[in-house]
């Protein structure tokens, strides 16, 4: 299943992916990309046992995008 996860989670029980109800757009514009730029990545691998999801408001992102403008 392709989803968006902090990088480096692979391979630990921590495993993170995140949740996506909160945005509309094409995944790979997805706004945590520039927010954080070296955390996160597509994947389309199957979930591991262990997966923990976050969450974040896209009004957030754009704040931190902004600032580091």
Known sequence: ??????????????YTIV???NYSGVMEEHPIFDA????FEIAE???P?????????????????TNRQ
Do not use: C, D, G, W
Request: hydrophobic share 40%; aromatic share 12%.
């Open 36 to 39: 954080f730029p070296n955390a």
């Open 45 to 47: 691998n199957e979930f």
């Open 19 to 21: 949740l996506l109800n």
């Open 49 to 65: 046992e262990f997966v923990q999801y976050v969450s974040f408001e896209i009004e957030e992102l754009n704040t931190i995008i």
């Open 1 to 14: 299943m392709k989803h968006i996860r902090q990088i480096n989670s692979v391979n630990t029980n921590t």
